[in-house]
C-alpha cells in the first residue's frame, strides 16, 4: 500500500494559504483537510447534544463523547471541493449556517477568526446541474450556464492592501488602500423545478 506524506501550509493571515491547499490537493489528489468546518462540525455536534448553553460549552459532557464523533471529508467531483461529514451524514449545508458560525464566534477559541467572503449555493442540490452547471473553488464557472455567462455572473472583487507588522498583523493606523467588489448580474432560467426533478 503506498503511503502518503502530509502536506501542510502554513503563512501569514489572508496569505491565500487555503487557496493555495484546496488547488494542491484537486492537482495531486489528496483530500483537503479544511480546519475551519471541523470547528463547525464539532459546534454543530455540541448544538445538537445541547453542550453549547449561550456562550459556554460544557467541555467534559464533549470530551466523554469524542469517541462518538467521526469528522471526514470526501472529495465532491460536481464542485471540485470536499464536503464536510459528520458520522457519516453530509453538513456541508448546516456548518455554513448563521447558527453555527454565531455560535463558534462566541466560544472565542485562539487562533480562529472570520473574514467575510461567498460563494455560490445551489438551494436545489444537483437538480438542474446538467444546465446550470457549477462552480470551481475559486467561484468560476466550469460548466453549464455558470460557465456561459460567468463574466456577468462573476462581478468585479474588491481588494485591501494594507501595511503588516513583523508578525504578519495590521498596523493600527497604518497605510491601507481598499477597493469595494462589484456584484455580478442576475440572470434569470425557465426550468420547472419540480418537472426537472421528476424527469432526472
Known amino acids: 500500500m503506498e503511503k502518503k506524506i502530509i502536506i501542510a501550509i502554513d503563512g501569514h493571515s489572508s496569505s491565500g494559504k487555503s487557496t493555495m ?93 472570520f473574514i467575510a467572503d461567498t460563494r455560490r449555493e445551489y438551494p436545489n442540490g444537483s437538480i438542474g446541474g446538467q444546465v446550470i452547471g457549477y462552480c470551481n473553488v475559486d467561484g468560476e464557472g466550469i460548466t453549464g450556464l455558470e460557465l456561459q455567462y460567468n463574466d456577468i455572473l462573476s462581478g468585479t472583487p474588491g481588494t485591501y492592501t494594507a501595511e503588516r507588522g513583523e508578525q504578519g498583523f495590521p498596523i493600527p493606523g497604518g497605510v491601507k488602500e481598499e477597493t469595494p467588489a462589484v456584484n455580478g448580474q442576475d440572470i434569470m432560467a425557465s426550468l420547472d423545478i419540480k418537472l426537472q426533478d421528476t424527469v432526472e
Not at 40 to 65: F, H, M, N, S, W
Open 21 to 113: 491547499a484546496k488547488d494542491l490537493a484537486r492537482e495531486i489528489g489528496y483530500i483537503y483537510i479544511d480546519t475551519g468546518a471541523m470547528y463547525r462540525a464539532v459546534t454543530l455536534y455540541c448544538l445538537r447534544k445541547g453542550y453549547i448553553q449561550g456562550d459556554t460549552i460544557q467541555e467534559e459532557a464533549l470530551k466523554a463523547d469524542l469517541d462518538q464523533m467521526d469528522i471526514s471529508f470526501r472529495y465532491n467531483s460536481e464542485t471540485g471541493r470536499p464536503d464536510t461529514y459528520l458520522n457519516g451524514e453530509k453538513v456541508e449545508k448546516e456548518i455554513r449556517s448563521m447558527e453555527v458560525a454565531d455560535k463558534v464566534k462566541e466560544l472565542k477559541l485562539d487562533g480562529v477568526y
